[in-house]
């Protein structure tokens, strides 16, 4: 379970501290930096900390996109480099936060989910964004370079990313990590689908392992994504400083395709919880056609054995003539024979009526 | 399933992109005309772009209705003629938006569902409506002439669809659109009342597949109404602009008829699940039968097919006059025969005051 | 399923238009008019349309009952004799709306439900109320004189019916209407209880049907109990014309009825739910029972049917001495016997202390 | 079921009609009457109501407290004498009225719920509340003594009870009613516990019932204690007259109160629905210990049974020497039933890998 | 079961009565004084109630925290020296409070829960704090030293905990019980995991007991948590006096974790569900395969023992030629067992196709 990893601080730390998480492979961080304004757009790689705080001061427009887990000490440098609350660091440290908006004094910070598909498992991942005047940070702790599209957009001339205000880059980021859940629910889509199938035709216990981990990930994609469509809700907040009046008309698409997510979310939990009782009717029935064999070759055979074991019996005819004489007729045999073919006629006309075979 | 058809643009594209849809067969567009003020009224089929473009600039009302999916290009070349704002595009390319009313500078923008039933299934399909001043403008995404009755009331001499400003033509399409759903209800109540005979009289796997496929089309059909509720329902707030007060009571009875909708999609969905239970039971009830005979014949038989089995050993009577003397009297045979008879006889009366015959 | 009836507007058709219903037998409406004043009160019956309209006139106050379902055309005259407003009309003639207030110029508007109960279902009919300065007309589409009580008490000399205005009278009608839910209730009492004694001692398949049913009929009496909350509550709202304030505290505890109602036809509801699961149990239990009797008696008889197989062996003794000596040993058969009956003994001793008697 | 004991007027009768009751039992009251200031405290039992109404004339203040289940007419007589509000002495007439708070001119009348355990399941009784400017009037439709200790409380010298307004012994009745409620949740509580062993360890038929009862007894709790909770919080809306600042102080806690047995009673009612589904699965886990059972005898005994009958048939070893050669042989007999060990040693070992045993 | 212990006072009492708890063990209580401003901090422990008193009425900051279950007297005597309202007393006293916040008048007062895994179950803790102008008071039911690390961090010199006011000192208090819910819910994850993996491969009784064991716990977490989160939300409210506004940014990090927490415990509540669904499949699943085991050798051996038994029957060869003649012939009884052969392996294909090997 991936929800719960050891991912917060110690209980009765001081807020702010980065420690309490489970170290993971190797800490290195990557740096992207772009500088813009509505002539250029300089893209740098693997930019030195120095380098990119010397950026931030420069009057163009600094957009710099961290990527991987920052080890504590690492982070702690970057926030004094950036100026970056403590708090709102924390959060970048134990990467699995709510989606949350926070406005710091001439700061916003945005965090947001990525999640990503494991496996068949909901891997959570975050992104997280600062943004001031002129400067946009984002994090995310993975080393994906999910922006690329947007860097890419930005060296057009003219586009609209570099000709508007950094919020709009902010608002290209939120929309792209938004619209990101769409390949993700096509996964679950598909998974659906072919679930269905499987437990209408071949329930196996491997196909309830799967139903009961797709629920898990719904109930936590469901959780993240709660979250996030609050925060770019609030996003859209009239007091949240440095967003324009238009953007807000971009965020509020945004917003759409956020609730769009969730309520398809919701149904496939639906569909979800519904596909664990067609999984048990499915069951249900193949035990009732195990059941039927059983009663049918039961029902057939038990009378035959019974009227054989009769007839096998040692009752001595000598004894009086009313001891066994069918077993001295001379159509003896044939006649039970045929009796018997009788009685499994029967059987199979009353199961045939009865709707067994 | 329908309802994740790859419609989305690829995460990151710019706002307004028209692409990532799957291209479906042919896409060509058709478009009608129909210029109108209280005196006369024109109707005008398969209307090039440019004579539309002319048409919206002449001081007569003009509704242009577009039917079939849209090309990317042709959707850029419409935006342009129209006026249409990029987002509200990229809405009518991708054809699975939530209902939802946004309110542009001069123009408003509605998307509607107009759901069909599809073999069992319900198939998503989206109405968009823009309008302004003088102007409506209707997009469906597919070729069904769904708005020839409003035609019809148009071409009548004093219809109000004639004498009112265009806030009550875009009313009738919604009313129409919202309408549209009771003959929709009709079909899943028929289904419904279907699946419950069959599960309390012959549940089959078939079954339980069309409860499972009811289900998840009433789920779907439920994110639809919710979404078509919330629209109608902004379309009622009085900062919508163009919209007058007399239309607002039409628009209540609209709002009043989707509210319905919603009630009974939700009561459907209720029924559903109680129809799931039903399954359940019935094939509960008839493993229980199947056990019941399967029990009636092993306890009739076991104890007849034991006696006969037991007169069938060989412990030799000379040994001693206790080795099965049974075997030797003169009336052995009709004495065991007598006792099965019993037997039997005791068992039906045993399963008769259980109930189980 | 009563809730469907094709009782819509062919979608497309202007508002107010009255078609689409399916005709149901004679369509034939009883008018009831009391003109009524604190002096006097006259009650007519079957009164023709002409003469209302008279009456409605006088300086008097009158009230109109229609009974039974009008035809198009009769609601047409009647829309144009009373001057009500075409949507409302469009409501009365499709006998199946959400209970609802709507506020016309100088008329209030109130639809109801009168559900009755119907050899165990739920039939949803139709109680229409308009009301203006000095008129009550009611509709309801049935033929049962359901308002006899209010016109009786009118008849009372000081009745506080007379001596207030028509809102008076308008409350009593509602409070009626309201208050006719609890015999209804008492209906759905009886039936639960009865269902769960049915459930627990004696499953049957008509009992899932009828518990199926019942659960039908509550999720239809909650959607319609809902609407009537809403409307009952939507008439204490301060800007609805015509209502004096004294008037608004009796329909409080109109309100707290209707609240009352709702609260139980959840609980029974919730109750029908368990009682589902109680089926289910009381299923479960019987095929247990089932199969313990099977589980006995194949647990008793295989051995002992073994052991006298074992005995009706044919091994040849003259072969060799360990061919089956028991057979010929002097006790051979009584100990044979002997040890059946140890065996079942022990099984019995061992079932005892499984609990399985 | 209490809850819908015929308990409404008739529909159709005039608002404030104390009528449609089932008359229970005697219907004989008693009062109690506490005048009480700052000074004195003096309790009179068993009071005529003329003596009530000279008392409430007094300018100490009056606490009245009636207990049993007054008639119509008892009813009447005293409305007038206290003067009472028709619509609230219909509603302590009918006494199964959902928690409220009415306030009427320079009256407030608080209805609360006092259920009590009545042999497992719950019993629904209702305390109402008058009071005014210096008395206040209870009813509860029961005998027992409820309100001793307010009582005792109030003889002491400089209890507070004494010293405030009435409001503060309305609060310290209402505190009482909420409280009783938490003994209420231990007997809960207690049959909770009970029923998991049960249907843990030993799922009877009784259990399944106690369940259901259970069951639905939490649903009607969670009915009145919802309502109670509204009653408590309009207590504290600021617009209720005659209540002073500091009691608000106090009912806030009763409130807490109020909201912790909500919580608790919503806490149980899950409990109670997974208790279901223990019972289920225990039936369930039993079916399967029965069928295991049955499956190992037959598994075993089959195969054994074969083999015997096999040597158990009559081929003549004359006729050929392939028939039965084996019945000839010395060690033939002593063969088979190693070979039948064998057989069962196979399969204990194959049912103790599968983990049946 | 935890949440019901006799922890409420009697029905009936004065409000503030400290009665009705069951006493636990002895009632000692631990008082650990911490004396700080910026400039020193000074711990003491264990000490008398006297000094406290002193210790509160210096100009520097005190916070005295109380270990253990106060006794009646003990908490009346603590109520005076530290001028405590009675009603929060009370709560302390019946230490299982829902979570909330009062204010006094020149004092506020907060509840949280704290509660603990005890083999398996949630035990529900309280901790109380009290804090005015220059005191915070806290409370806490047993005698774990939770606040330990908040005191480390308090003796650092310059630490934020000592340079600003009492309302951060608070903030650290609540946040550290907030935090320590993380741990908490690492349990529940781990119980999960086990159980998913007990229920889909060795589902048990056991199994089925913790299941519902857990659940119980989320339940009462749930509970526990929603209140928590109200109370640390109030904590926020502008009204709430003492709380600086910084102070205020921390607390909307803690009720971040709040909130993070409740979302937790919901979704392990619905795996908890799911958890149940899934452990009925699995028992369901090993029904099946017990079952089919039943069927295969049933189906095999029936009718292997029918023909065995057909040809033990005694049919006299002599009485006519075709009584039995396949006994007589050379090659009979391996004919027979040719003839099983086929039949088994007949069976064994048809088994093969069905899928049940």
Redo the contacts between chains.
């Keep these: 379970?991936d929800?719960?990893e050891?991912r917060?601080?110690?209980?009765?730390?001081?807020?702010g501290t980065l420690a309490g998480r489970a170290v993971e492979g190797e800490e290195t961080l990557h740096f992207t930096l772009v500088e813009y304004d509505e002539k250029k757009c300089d893209v740098f790689f693997e930019v030195p900390i120095d380098e990119c705080r010397f950026h931030l001061s420069t009057p163009e427009k600094t957009w710099i996109d961290v990527s991987g887990r920052p080890s504590a000490e690492m982070l702690k440098t970057l926030g004094e480099a950036f100026n970056l609350h403590p708090?709102a660091l924390e959060d970048v440290f134990h990467a699995n936060?709510?989606s949350?908006l926070?406005v710091f004094d001439r700061q916003v910070f945005v965090v947001l989910n990525d999640p990503a598909w494991n496996g068949g498992e909901l891997k959570v991942r975050q992104v997280s964004i600062f943004f001031g005047h002129n400067y946009v940070i984002s994090f995310h702790d993975h080393t994906d370079d999910?922006?690329?599209?947007?860097r890419e957009?930005m060296q057009q001339v003219g586009?609209?990313l570099r000709t508007h205000e950094v919020d709009y880059l902010v608002y290209?980021l939120i929309?792209?990590?938004v619209?990101?859940k769409?390949?993700l629910?096509?996964r679950f889509?598909d998974s659906?689908?072919v679930l269905?199938d499987e437990a209408?035709e071949?329930p196996t216990?491997q196909t309830?392992?799967q139903i009961?981990d797709l629920?898990?990930s719904l109930?936590?994609f469901h959780?993240i994504q709660w979250?996030e469509r609050e925060a770019v809700h609030a996003m859209m907040r009239t007091d949240v400083p440095l967003i324009a009046g238009e953007t807000r008309?971009?965020l509020?698409?945004c917003l759409?395709h956020s609730?769009?997510v969730l309520?398809?979310v919701?149904?496939y939990r639906?569909?979800c919880n519904?596909?664990?009782?067609?999984?048990?009717?499915?069951?249900?029935?193949?035990?009732?056609e195990?059941?039927?064999?059983?009663?049918i070759?039961?029902?057939i055979?038990?009378?035959?054995?019974?009227i054989?074991?009769?007839?096998?019996?040692?009752?001595?005819a000598?004894?009086?003539p009313?001891?066994?004489p069918?077993?001295?007729?001379?159509?003896?045999?044939?006649a039970?024979i045929g009796g018997m073919v009788v009685i499994v006629a029967a059987m199979v006309y009353w199961f045939k009526r009865r709707?067994?075979f």
């Design positions: 379970m929800m719960m050891q917060f601080n110690p209980p009765g730390t001081a807020p708090l936060q709510r949350k926070e999910i922006f690329a599209l947007v957009r586009a609209r290209a929309d792209l990590v619209d990101r769409f390949p629910l096509q889509s659906v689908e269905e209408l071949q216990r309830l392992r009961h629920r898990r109930y936590n959780r979250a008309t971009y509020r698409d759409d609730i769009a309520d398809l919701e149904t639906e569909m519904s596909l664990m009782d067609v999984y048990m009717m499915s069951t249900s029935n193949r035990l009732n195990v059941m039927k064999v059983l009663a070759i039961t029902t055979f038990m009378p035959l054995g019974f054989s074991g009769l007839y096998g019996m040692n009752f001595s000598e004894a009086g009313l001891n066994m069918e077993l001295h007729w001379a159509y003896g045999y044939p039970v709707g067994w």
